[in-house]
């Protein structure tokens, strides 16, 4: 199950040459990671409240690979890979079917009153590979 959304680069995230930079991107890709686990029903502002866990971020790794610019229509791609603790997501950006950044976050399971993981609870676990 993938997740797919719209990024309109803003004149505001752009840097005095008119090229979206790069912290800005990252913005995009958190927001799509948010709008992902809404879309699933478990936004992260409800994992530790309402569940008593949390996927904070340990790693991130991107390639920009293409330049895009205030105006430009990105789509980015959200594809979760579901370990027994973990839980990576997969993106990749395009503008004009050429992809322009492509890479990975990998967050782990962790309980509100730990810090080390625990399995993803099943309910999460079908929720990310099933998108419901």
Known sequence: MGFTR????????????????YPRMIDAIHETSDMFMEEIGWPFWELTEEHGVGLPLVSMDFDFEGQVAGGDEVEIELT?????????????????????????????????????????????????????
């Open 80 to 132: 979760p890979e579901v370990g027994e603790s973990s839980v990576q997501f997969d993106y990749r950006a395009t503008h004009d079917g050429e992809v322009v950044f492509s890479g990975t976050e990998f967050r782990v399971c962790v309980p509100v009153d730990g810090d080390s993981g625990v399995p993803v609870p099943d309910d999460l676990r079908d929720a990310l590979e099933t998108g419901i």
């Open 6 to 21: 719209s990024w309109t680069v803003r004149f505001s995230d752009t840097d005095p040459f008119g090229i979206a930079h």
